[in-house]
């Protein structure tokens, strides 16, 4: 049996509130409620959101790309598609030209519409990282990337 602390955490365990796993998904989370807070009165949640940024960058992308850039399945992303497109921000052509990909584009009022949610976003993103100077948040963002790197290498390998 493990020494127990007044508090019931064992002895020398690192508390779950300091595990950087956890600390990931705990902002994750609040990240994501946050911004699904501040998205809501546009009509959209934090996956659309993503998906219209995406398309911003990419016009033309797949469904399976904007699905892995929205970490969401397939699925979900062609149901988050059918619904972005019969509120008129998207288009995607009934047919494909060729093979199976259907490219999706955003429309005049999905680019309105996206315009208005990074202006909440950054609001959001900016309260996220007031508490660090711009040498942390630079260290922060490398380290971040350091850490995919290495998970999406493993995975790969």
């Known amino acids: 049996m493990s020494q127990e ?12 509130e300091s595990l950087l796993g956890y ?16 998205l809501r009165p546009l009509e959209l949640t934090t996956p659309q959101y993503n998906c219209l940024e995406q398309l911003r960058r ?3 992308a797949s469904n399976s790309e904007l699905a892995r850039g929205a970490f969401v399945t397939r699925q979900t992303m062609n149901t988050l598609l059918r619904g972005l497109q019969e509120r008129g921000l ?15 584009r955003l429309t005049p009022a999905g680019v309105e519409a996206l315009d208005q949610a990074v202006s909440r976003v950054e609001v959001v993103t900016a309260r996220m990282v007031s508490p660090l100077d711009e040498e942390t948040r630079t260290m922060v963002t490398e380290a971040l990337g350091q850490c995919i790197a290495a998970l999406e290498e493993s995975e790969g390998g």
């Open 5 to 16: 602390t007044k508090a019931g955490e064992a002895v020398g365990e690192d508390r779950l």
């Open 23 to 38: 600390q990931l998904k705990h902002l994750q989370s609040a990240l994501r409620s946050r911004m699904d807070e501040t």
């Open 58 to 60: 990419r016009p033309g």
């Open 90 to 104: 998207i288009t995607r052509p009934a047919k494909a030209d060729s093979g199976r990909i259907l490219p999706t």
